[in-house]
């Protein structure tokens, strides 16, 4: 479903994921009418709104890794 037709508040919600900006990069690609860096600084924000998610949830990743491993060493 295209982001333009959902509503403010699920747009909202829906920016607490990385998907939501992959699609609004893609839009803007989409829309660009020549590639000059002023028009394609939006895209490398939403570019690093993702790599940050991606760091979030690598470092949850292995904090969770840790843990169960100290739970297994101390279980044992």
């Known amino acids: 479903m295209p982001q ?3 509503g403010e508040t699920v ?3 829906a920016s607490f994921t990385p998907t939501y ?3 609004k990069s893609n839009n803007t690609i989409a829309n660009i009418p020549n590639m000059q860096m002023i028009n394609t600084l939006p895209i490398f924000i939403n570019i690093l ?3 940050g998610f991606t ?3 690598l ?3 292995l ?3 840790k843990q169960k491993r100290i ?3 101390n279980g044992s």
Do not use: C, D, N, P
């Open 21 to 23: 900006w992959y699609v």
């Open 63 to 65: 904090v969770l890794v």
């Open 4 to 6: 333009e037709l959902l």
């Open 71 to 73: 739970g297994q060493v």
């Open 11 to 13: 747009l909202k919600i």
């Open 59 to 61: 470092a949850i990743s």
């Open 55 to 57: 760091l979030t949830f």
């Open 49 to 51: 709104i993702i790599i």
